[in-house]
């Protein structure tokens, strides 16, 4: 950068324009290379913290084997198999209903039309609300 203090002042503002564009340019530079820096990160995260849950699914299945294994001692291994089985089946049939009831309540909120509407005859007087 050059050395302006001897520059006058109408040369300085016949400067701003570059100075400004150069500034813009630069910043645009410096955010393009944020963006690709957080990029790379976030990529190399992500697919860690995949890997981590593919281990993670197989540690379950290894769990389910040591239960079934566990289970084997005590009784035939294909009834302990069958228990765990059971097991499995139904907490899933159990999430599979408490996600229907979920589901249900979706379309039980207060509609905002109505809500208006409500509002409105409090505000004549009539109706039912709250005093």
Request: cysteine-free; proline content about 3%.
């Amino acid at each position: 950068m050059t050395d302006r203090s001897n520059e006058s002042l109408f040369t300085l503002i016949r400067s701003l324009p570059e100075l400004f564009t150069n500034l813009i340019k630069a910043e645009i530079e410096q955010l393009k290379t944020k963006a690709v820096h957080m990029g790379k990160y976030a990529g190399i995260g992500a697919g860690l913290f995949v890997g981590a849950l593919i281990f993670l699914y197989f540690a379950i299945g290894v769990l389910v084997a040591v239960g079934i294994l566990a289970l084997a001692l005590v009784m035939p291994a294909w009834l302990a198999a069958l228990i765990v089985f059971v097991v499995f089946l139904l907490i899933a049939v159990v999430l599979a209903l408490v996600g229907v009831a979920f589901f249900k309540k979706m379309g039980q909120d207060p509609d905002p039309v109505e809500s208006i509407k409500q509002d409105i005859d409090a505000v004549k007087g009539m109706g039912t609300y709250d005093r």
